[in-house]
């Protein structure tokens, strides 16, 4: 089965999942990826809990690349340099995301679109992983990126997503940790992409413990949304700078023309 945009074209499908100590999930995910799907590439951080063989069982088709566990998104980066595929899918392994959505978050792209995110905050969106707290630190971070870069985010801190492959090479994000999703959004902003929001209901991971700390983790959100609004400034600053001077240089040869 192939799955084929507006004009036509077969597109590859690939899908990354980052991995770590998910061995009692991967039978939660990995029999349930649809078919259409080409390419599956796992990005395992060295999990000591029989992951691996445990996705050998449903996918020996699984491509597994075995790296530290350097955080969740120093591996989506190395599994998208990985990717072959045409549209890149990136989801979890703990059974949060369902496989079932990657149809309707392909849908956009197909249609023309860079890039879909799914939103837990859409209609027809929702999730039993968000603890008031949670919650409420997503809604300040969403608020925060856009009223600082005018988006219309409706989600940030979730990593249910669906790329060109050359969308991704627009937005080379550089974080390691959990922090990737928010500098995501805010260079696919800045690059100008087209991006749009999906429905996605996020469920409980199934078993096992998450590798989010809440507060090391808002810290790096934190972090990352005054980062890129500095660059913007400075970027933004100089080009005024660059513009006046350029102004000045036309006005002085206007003057000696008219001298001559
Ligand atoms: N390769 C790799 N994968 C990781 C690492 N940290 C997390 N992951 C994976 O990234 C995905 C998201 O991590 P989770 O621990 O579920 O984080 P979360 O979804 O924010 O937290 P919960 O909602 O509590 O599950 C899961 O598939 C993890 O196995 C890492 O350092 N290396
Ligand atoms: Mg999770």
Same mark, same amino acid.
């Given at each position: 089965?192939?799955?084929?945009?507006?004009?036509?074209?077969?597109?590859?499908?690939?899908?990354?999942?980052?991995?770590?100590?998910?061995?009692?999930?991967?039978?939660?995910?990995?029999?349930?990826?649809?078919?259409?799907?080409?390419?599956?590439?796992?990005?395992?951080?060295?999990?000591?809990?029989?992951?691996?063989?445990?996705?050998?069982?449903?996918?020996?088709?699984?491509?597994?690349?075995?790296?530290?566990?350097?955080?969740?998104?120093?591996?989506?980066?190395?599994?998208?340099?990985?990717?072959?595929?045409?549209?890149?899918?990136?989801?979890?392994?703990?059974?949060?995301?369902?496989?079932?959505?990657?149809?309707?978050?392909?849908?956009?792209?197909?249609?023309?679109?860079?890039?879909?995110?799914?939103?837990?905050?859409?209609?027809?969106?929702?999730?039993?992983?968000?603890?008031?707290?949670?919650?409420?630190?997503?809604?300040?971070?969403?608020?925060?990126?856009?009223?600082?870069?005018?988006?219309?985010?409706?989600?940030?801190?979730?990593?249910?997503?669906?790329?060109?492959? @050359?969308? /991704? +090479? !627009?937005?080379?994000?550089? =974080?390691?940790?959990?922090?990737? &999703?928010? #500098?995501?959004?805010?260079?696919?902003?800045?690059?100008?992409?087209?991006?749009?929001?999906?429905?996605?209901?996020?469920?409980?991971?199934?078993?096992?413990?998450?590798?989010?700390?809440?507060?090391?983790?808002?810290?790096?959100?934190?972090?990352?949304?005054?980062? @890129?609004? /500095? +660059? !913007?400034?400075?970027?933004? =600053?100089?080009?005024?700078?660059? &513009?006046? #001077?350029?102004?000045?240089?036309?006005?002085?040869?206007?003057?000696?023309?008219?001298?001559?």
């Amino acid at each position: 089965m192939s799955v084929v945009d507006n004009k036509q074209q077969i597109k590859k499908i690939s899908v990354v999942i980052p991995t770590l100590n998910e061995s009692e999930n991967i039978k939660e995910v990995f029999p349930n990826i649809p078919k259409f799907v080409d390419e599956i590439i796992v990005v395992d951080g060295n999990s000591m809990d029989g992951t691996r063989e445990e996705i050998m069982k449903f996918r020996t088709d699984a491509k597994i690349i075995i790296e530290k566990p350097s955080g969740k998104g120093a591996a989506m980066r190395i599994g998208f340099g990985k990717a072959t595929g045409d549209l890149i899918i990136i989801m979890d392994a703990d059974g949060s995301h369902n496989p079932g959505e990657i149809q309707a978050l392909l849908e956009p792209i197909l249609d023309g679109y860079d890039v879909a995110n799914g939103s837990r905050l859409l209609p027809g969106g929702g999730s039993d992983d968000f603890t008031p707290f949670r919650r409420l630190g997503n809604k300040i971070f969403v608020t925060m990126v856009n009223s600082m870069y005018g988006s219309n985010y409706t989600d940030l801190c979730y990593g249910y997503r669906a790329f060109k492959k @050359e969308a /991704l +090479k !627009k937005i080379q994000c550089c =974080s390691n940790g959990f922090e990737i &999703e928010t #500098e995501q959004s805010i260079l696919m902003k800045k690059a100008g992409l087209k991006v749009k929001e999906v429905p996605s209901f996020e469920s409980r991971r199934k078993n096992g413990n998450s590798n989010l700390r809440t507060f090391r983790d808002g810290y790096r959100i934190l972090n990352i949304i005054f980062r @890129e609004y /500095l +660059k !913007k400034f400075f970027i933004n =600053s100089q080009k005024n700078q660059n &513009e006046k #001077e350029k102004k000045h240089v036309t006005n002085k040869g206007t003057i000696t023309k008219s001298d001559t």
